[in-house]
Each structure stands twice: as structure tokens, then as C-alpha cells.
């Protein structure tokens, strides 16, 4: 609890101290420090992953313009981007619009692989969700799933 209110408190404050338009690369990476990963968009974007998890809840996306200002910031965990995974969607195309999941589990007999993201849906802790995408040998979307964390329900001795 106490890593994820500090991931959550620091991120503010960082989000705050940037103006999109405004703020630079370097003003980016002095905030965030270096990026998980970096995509190349199609509309000339470069995208920094600011990845959270596996304690955190969000995941950032920020694109820099060719001019090397900040162009948008998003936290990329919530239903909204949940609902454009579909069947037969590339799991690398999933990758780049949710960032590196908590948690990936092989499941060899069925044949499939479940990738994990922990995200809120809602501002408190019992809010806190597990988002899985579901990909075959091919490394394409079978399905999704949402269920509440169970880490929430887990006592302390």
C-alpha cells in the first residue's frame, strides 16, 4: 500500500511541473528519468513508457514532438483503452498502447498466455483491478478479462 500511494503521490507531482507544448524531452527525463521504452509512432511521434507496474496502477505514455517538446501525457491504464483490444489484435500492438505488463504467465497446456496489468478503477485501493489480455501460440488476443485485485483482499499477519 505504501509503495503504491508513493508511486501515486510522486507521479502528481511530477505530472504537475509539466506543460504539454511546453515542456522538453530533457524536462520529460529530469522528471521521469529515462524511459521503460521508446516507440516510434505513425504520426512522427517518438513515445516514452513510464511503466508502473507491477505495484503501481498507471502506466504513462508521453510523446515528444519533432520539436522536442512535450506533445501529450497519458496514463494509458483504464477501460477506455481495455475496450480497443479485440480478438486477433497483435500482442505487440497491446504491448505499445498498455506499456510492459505486471505479469505474463505461459500456460503451456491450453497453449496460451496471459498477460497482466494492475490498474484502478476508481481513486482508492479496493478500486484496484487486474486487467488480462489472453494470446495463443501466435501471439494474437484470444480474450480479455478484468477482475478485482486480489491482493486487496490479502490479510497481514
Excluded at 2 to 22: F, H, K, M
Excluded at 26 to 31: E, G, L, Q, S
Aim: with cysteine.
Amino acid at each position: 500500500l505504501s509503495t503504491w500511494l508513493a508511486l501515486t503521490g510522486c507521479d502528481a507531482q511530477r505530472i504537475a511541473e509539466l506543460e504539454e507544448g511546453v515542456a522538453t524531452e530533457a524536462d520529460v527525463k529530469a522528471r521521469f528519468g529515462e524511459p521503460e521504452k521508446v516507440w516510434d509512432d505513425a504520426a512522427g511521434l517518438r513515445v516514452f513508457e513510464y511503466n508502473r507496474q507491477p505495484n503501481g496502477t498507471q502506466n504513462f505514455m508521453i510523446s515528444i514532438g519533432a520539436d522536442g517538446k512535450m506533445a501529450a501525457l497519458r496514463q494509458v491504464l483504464n477501460a477506455t483503452n481495455f475496450a480497443k483490444i479485440s480478438p486477433g489484435m497483435a500482442m505487440a500492438d497491446v504491448r505499445q498502447m498498455l506499456g510492459k505488463p505486471m505479469k505474463v504467465t505461459r500456460f503451456e497446456l491450453k497453449n496460451e498466455t496471459h498477460h497482466d496489468w494492475r490498474w484502478a478503477d476508481g481513486p482508492n485501493v479496493s478500486d484496484r483491478q487486474i486487467f488480462t489480455v489472453v494470446v495463443d501460440s501466435q501471439m494474437r488476443v484470444v480474450s480479455t478479462a478484468s477482475m478485482r485485485d486480489p491482493e486487496i483482499d490479502i490479510k497481514s499477519p
